[in-house]
């Protein structure tokens, strides 16, 4: 079974830039997964799709953060990467990275603050 595992940092002032890593185990990234995907949860909301990398390598990102966002991938490493700029108080989340939407990290807080 795959897992995943988000990390980085808890905390993050505005307009910086938030770096997040999945890591992956059980599974390779460049396998059978079609698409490894970014969602979040700001606090009271409900989940937000952020992007996705297919096990090709193409990224597609949501309309409303698509100028903000930019997911790669270290296949050496079996990760993820989620890159988030100019960051404000509406990115405050907590952040998941799933496996087509069916295998799923226990998610990282993040929270957008000076």
């Known amino acids: 079974q795959v897992q995943l595992r988000e990390s980085g940092p808890g905390l993050v002032k505005p307009s910086q830039t938030l770096t997040l890593t999945c890591t992956v185990s059980g599974g390779s990234i460049t396998g059978n997964i079609k698409y490894w995907s970014w969602v979040r949860q700001p606090p009271g909301k409900g989940l937000e799709w952020i992007g996705a990398?297919?096990?090709?390598?193409?990224?597609l990102y949501s309309p409303s953060l698509q100028s903000r966002t930019s997911i790669s991938r270290d296949t050496s490493k079996n990760q993820l990467t989620l890159q988030l700029t100019s960051v404000t108080s509406e990115d405050t989340a907590v952040y998941y990275c799933t496996g087509s939407l069916l295998d799923w990290g226990q998610g990282t807080q993040v929270t957008v603050s000076s």
């Open positions: 990398i297919g096990n090709t390598g193409s990224t």
